[in-house]
Structure formats: C-alpha cells, structure tokens
C-alpha cells in the first residue's frame, strides 16, 4: 500500500507506558527515538501530560507527565524529522501547563475522551489549537457507545478546530466490516476532516482492521513496537512499515531495537496475545478484569475467566 | 457471522506435528478428541497418511502415518460426533494404504499439493473418492504461483471429483485483498464446489484472512488451538470460535484444552508470531530459513537475518 498521506505515529512509549506506570529508562527513550528517526516514522508519542495533583509523581515514571524539558533532555543531539506527540486525557485536566507550541519540543496534543466528555475534550482541542499544536481527538470504547450519541459527537467535532479524528477500539473487540462501517461513519460526519484509527490486539486483529481503515481512507496509524502496550498491546509497528510501500520507510532500525530493547523486556513485562484479553474482547469488555486476573495465581484458568465474565454479563 | 454451511476443521495434530515430527502423546490428542467434540468442531486432523518408506519409522512419530488402528486405539469410547480428516501430500505417494471409507475411521482425506503435482493430487484424489472418502485440494504456496497456471490447475479440479478446494497462504504473505482476489478466482473456476481457506500467522493475519475468505463465501475454514503449527502457526481455532455464531459451538472445552495442554506445550515447543517468521512473511519466502534461524544462536538477530534473506532475493 503506498499512499503520501498516510502517516505513522508510534505509541510505543505511551501505551507501553501503561504496563509500568510510564517507568522506562532515559535509555530506552532515547534508543526508540533513535530508531523511529532513522526509519521514516512520523510521530512518536512519548506518553501523557498528566495532572501531578491527580497523579502523584511517587507513583509514576517520568512519561506519565512528559514535561518539555524531560523529552528536550531525552532527544537532545539526535538528528530527526520526527515529530512528537504526547496524549492528555480530556476528563481529567487539572493544572497542567502547556508552553506555546514554538517553545515546546511537542507537535501535537492528542485528546483522548468517552463520548460523554466531548465538551471537555473540544474546550482542550481549542486552547491546544489556540498554542499552535496539531491536535487529535480519540474518542475511545467506541464499541459500547450509543450510535446517536456517538454521530452527535462527530457533529460537534466537525465544527471543532480539531485535525485528526480517531476510531478507537479500545476493548479489541471490533471485526473488519465494523471498522469499515465506523470509518464511513467518521467519514461522512467529519467533512474535510483526516481520520485516524487506533486498534488493540485482543484477538489479533490489530493489524488487519488497522488496513481495513487504511482502505476506507483513514490516513494516520498508530502502531507500536512488537505491539507493547497495556493488555493485548497494539498494532504492531514493524507489520505497519512491512506493508506500507512508501520508500521513505525503513525497516532494518526497528528490527534492530527490537532485538536490542522489546525482546529482552517482553520477558519483565507482559503484553500481547493472551487468552483473558481475548475473552474480554470477544465480549466487548474493558480490559481490567483481565488484566487483574493476569496478576494472580489464576492467571491461566481461562475457562473459570470466561464463565466468571460471562455471568456478570447475563 | 452465522451461516450455517461453514464447517470448522482443526488442525492441531496435524499442523502442530510438523514441529516435533509428530510426537504427541496419545493422552494428548485424546484430550484434544475429547475437548473438540465437546465444542461442536465438524473435523479434526489427525496427521498425515505418509509413506514409511520415504519417511522411517524410528524418525517420527504416529500421526506422522496416522494407521487407522492407531487413530481407532485414541477415539475409543468418546462419545463424539467430530469427523476425522488427514492428510496426504500428493507427491508423496508410494506404498501408503488406504482401506474402504466404510472401514475406516478416518472420513475425509485432504490432498495436499503444489500446481506443478496436480494431476498426481488427482489421481490420488479419484482414488480416495473411489474408496468412498470426503475430499480436498489444498494448492499450497499460491502466492508464488503465476496465475494462469494456477488458472489451468483450478480448470483441472472442476472436472474432478474433489469436495473442497482450499486458498493456502502457505507463506503468510497475502493481505485480505489478495485473499478476496483469490477466493473470486477460485469460485469463478470452480462452479458448484466447496471452498476452503487455510491462513498463516506470520503477519498475524491468519485470522483476519480467514473471516475475509469467509466474507467471500468459502465455507472449510481451518483453525488450530493457539494458534499451534510450524513456524508462525495458523489462525486460532479459539478465535474461530469467538466469532462464529452457530450456536453448536461450545468455546468453554476449548478454553480448558488451552489452559491444560497448549499453554505448557508452548513452553516446551515453539510457534507463534516471532519476527524471522514475519520477516519470511513480508518477503513473501517459504519460513525454512526462518525456522533453522530460530534454532541457532542467532536467533533473535533479526536486522542480520533480513539482510540475509533480503540479499539473497536481490
């Protein structure tokens, strides 16, 4: 698939972040940095600016705030073209600062909401816009959202200063024909307006509903490294360049910091296909049931899983 | 997705065989009998029907040959109404026998070839039919083939007296396009006969690419629990399962299975998602290179292996 537009962004730091409370090494950083830039990645997104006061900075690593002057500290020296993004949660703003977007190593604020904070995401979407950043909105649970209370969103959103706008599956729970009738959807309801989507890996479909949008048009992609992130992780990144044909893509760094960085940390931390994870997809339900179970000693006992969540659903 | 015509057959004994030259135990695949049939699967492949000339005894073990007494010795006193199928490559004939159908446990035979063996595929295959067995043509590695040979084979099947005629993405190379491409092609030249799919995991699209052959009206979809098979395995039957609606479906035995059987095995043997099986995916290559990388010390070097395989294409 070869289409300019498309553009790439790497979650890695992010929703890998999720896994251990935004815990990775300077080292790590600057290593997927490094290698993002040599192989044509658009963006990097390293992690939330979150609120200090809603979370406190002795529970979370450096990426849960991402401050400016922490990611100039991380890429200083690199020679890149890639841009930065960082994520804000749109319900829970507090008195976090954003810099003007000429005094601040960050391109884009991507707003993360439900359905039921699009106010709150559209008045951050608007003072982030106001600072100079590009901005996203990801609306997220789509899969459980109200089809008229979703539409009303994207109508509100349309008439928003927003540039991207992204289908979300957040509980991995979505097959192909639905992130083809969403990205219509999005598509008919946001004139003018770039698509983006957002898929996790519940039950391996990240990748492929990852295309589907690219086929319907979606032109920005999210992927991460060996698919890190929390629960069943995302759309691997190395698959995304392995299919997209523009030459400015490069493989060989990202297998290299695979090799060097994901490999030996899959074995620390766990992420990816996992049965529970396909469970809760499968039944279109949030992922912490299943990511609790996976830290107990009945992290294996799938079909006592399957009929504990399948009963609280009846 | 609900239609009832679409029949699920597993091949876990069989896939998952080729990795440890067939040496499961009869505890083993009794258990995986026991958990089938209790799940509503329609088929399960035992192994291949191979030749003990070609391939010694005292080399691989029992569903390597799959002797109906053996398979009768495994099923005995289930309670199941699960088909049985194996396997036989059609260029790898010689002494094998095949005893009537109506004295055989074994109901559906599925032929496995390349373009180049079709007429050995059948003549094999009006044997078998002969014998009064359900059959199949698996065409395996088609994403290398030229199409107007492929074209001729396919012309060359309508006229026999085959059941089923499977799309084999041997390789994990194709993306659901080329599935939908390809499964057009087969319906177009093989009026009135069944089609199958059979999907690889290299780029974790084997289950996707089989909803996709499932979208477009094949109804033989073939599946393996976790995913189990050579290299980077096939599209997982739990996931199968999730998906189709036909209430005879059961996934709760299959869930247990997992939990008893795969998820120790996968620590003993491996398979699954790892990136020299990507990398032979995206390039389109046969996975021997992959699958001799990964038993050597190098096995994780994966920008090294690229340029490897890489070179030696251009």
New interface residues.
């Given amino acids: 698939m070869y289409r300019e537009q498309i553009k790439v962004l790497d979650c890695t730091i992010r929703d890998g972040g999720l896994i251990n409370n935004h815990y990775f090494t300077d080292e790590f950083v600057r290593g997927v940095y490094k290698a993002l830039s040599k192989s044509g990645i658009d963006y990097m997104e390293f992690g939330y600016r979150s609120s200090r006061e809603l979370f406190p900075p002795e529970e979370f690593g450096a990426w849960k705030y991402c401050d400016d002057d922490k990611i100039r500290e991380v890429i200083d020296g690199v020679e890149s073209e890639l841009k930065i993004s960082i994520m804000v949660d749109a319900y829970r703003v507090k008195e976090q600062h954003f810099a003007p977007a000429d005094e601040s190593p960050v391109d884009m604020i991507r707003v993360a909401t439900y359905v039921k904070y699009i106010d709150s995401a559209i008045e951050l979407i608007n003072k982030c816009r106001d600072l100079g950043y590009e901005t996203t909105c990801n609306i997220m649970a789509i899969s459980k959202e109200r089809e008229p209370d979703l539409v009303e969103s994207l109508k509100q959103l349309a008439k928003a200063p927003v540039d991207i706008v992204y289908v979300v599956d957040s509980f991995g729970a979505l097959?192909?024909?639905q992130i083809e009738y969403l990205v219509k959807l999005y598509k008919e309801h946001l004139p003018g307006k770039t698509l983006g989507v957002h898929c996790h890996?519940n039950?391996?479909?990240?990748?492929?509903?990852t295309?589907?949008g690219i086929?319907h048009d979606a032109n920005f992609v999210d992927g991460s490294l060996y698919g890190i992130g929390r629960g069943p992780g995302n759309c691997?990144l190395?698959?995304l360049v392995?299919?997209l044909k523009n030459p400015k893509f490069n493989?060989?760094p990202i297998?290299?910091v695979?090799?060097d960085y994901l490999?030996p940390m899959r074995k620390e931390i766990e992420w990816g296909?996992l049965?529970p994870y396909?469970?809760t997809?499968?039944l279109n339900e949030h992922p912490r049931a299943a990511i609790a179970k996976r830290k107990g000693p009945d992290k294996?006992?799938?079909?006592q899983f399957?009929?504990e969540i399948s009963e609280a659903l009846d």
Same sequence: chains 1, 2.
Avoid: T, V
Wanted: proline fraction near 0%; hydrophobic fraction near 45%.
């Fill in positions: 097959f192909c024909e890996n039950q391996q479909l990240a990748f492929s509903n295309i589907e086929i691997c190395e698959l392995g299919f493989i060989k297998l290299k695979l090799q490999i296909y049965i396909m469970i997809g499968i294996d006992k799938y079909a399957y009929e």
